[in-house]
């Protein structure tokens, strides 16, 4: 990997969805969630804890000394001082997600994941699980997983997952500034799409190969959709019901267009200043 730029003083309102914060505040003043938090905040915390200590590893930097390297340097590329635990699942899904509350965040990685993603997917994966962090995402996260369907009925369900979408949004962005390479996250969403790593790798050499691929895999998607709109408009109000994730070609969408117009942006911003500050890292 080349040169990166450290993103010190950086602010989670310069590249969060505009409208999430508005997403939230709705969120937290809704009465539904009010009852959810109090019903499940306590059983939440037994349940993190239990499954913290009975089914995750705890990693450090001797035993995971790569994984370490990555996550420290992605803290200070984000400008976040505290580094958390690390902990590993035994698990074939793609997680690698922060969990907890407040100053007691810490991440979980899957054994899978680890071994699936390559040095630059790893830095967009760790970006956006610390974004998650630094806009916090975690608490809610964090809760809305340990529900069961039964609560998801008397919860303020859409709402929920009107914030969780566009917080995915944000967390994204984050994950981009990390890596500070498209390809790196392209290739992170077209593995949630069911691409192997290895064959994106194959797929494209430079962020401006990603860029052409996303671009012509976005222009099919579109031609496919627009062939029965009704159907789609279906399909896509379902997922934004049923999913807690983001609808994943959606996704794909929001950050190759943030990738275009917010991210240089940024990236000019604080090249300038970084630079002065002779704080390249090689």
Not at 213 to 224: D, H, I, P, T
Not at 251 to 275: C, H, I, S, T, V
Request: overall charge positive; some cysteine; hydrophobic content about 40%.
């Amino acid at each position: 990997m080349g040169r990166k730029i450290y993103f010190y003083g950086l602010r989670t309102e310069e590249f969060i969805h505009p409208k999430e914060a508005e997403a939230k505040k709705t969120l937290l003043g809704s009465k539904g969630y009010q009852k959810m938090v109090a019903a499940l905040s306590k059983a939440a915390d037994v349940y993190n804890f239990t499954k913290k200590e009975g089914e995750f590893t705890l990693l450090s930097r001797q035993t995971a000394p790569g994984l370490f390297r990555i996550l420290e340097d992605t803290c200070r590329i984000l400008d976040m001082g505290q580094v958390p635990d690390l902990y590993m699942i035994h698990s074939y899904s793609q997680l690698l997600l922060p969990c907890g509350t407040g100053q007691d965040c810490y991440l979980v990685i899957s054994d899978y994941i680890s071994k699936a993603a390559d040095e630059e997917m790893l830095y967009y994966l760790f970006g956006n699980a610390m974004t998650m962090i630094k806009a916090g995402h975690v608490e809610i996260t964090t809760l809305t997983s340990y529900m069961t369907d039964n609560i998801w009925l008397a919860a303020p369900q859409l709402a929920v997952k009107s914030y969780l979408h566009k917080a995915d949004v944000t967390s994204d962005r984050g994950g981009l500034l990390a890596c500070q390479s498209f390809r790196a996250a392209a290739r992170c969403h077209f593995l949630e799409l069911g691409l192997p790593a290895g064959e994106t790798a194959k797929l494209f050499h430079s962020d401006e190969e990603a860029a052409l691929y996303v671009e012509r895999y976005l222009r099919e998607v579109r031609r496919v959709n627009e062939k029965d709109p009704l159907l789609t408009k279906v399909s896509e109000k379902w997922m934004d019901i049923n999913q807690i994730e983001g609808a994943p070609n959606r996704m794909l969408y929001e950050l190759y267009q943030w990738y275009k117009e917010g991210y240089p942006r940024l990236l000019r911003k604080y090249a300038g200043a970084d630079k002065n500050k002779g704080r390249y890292r090689i």
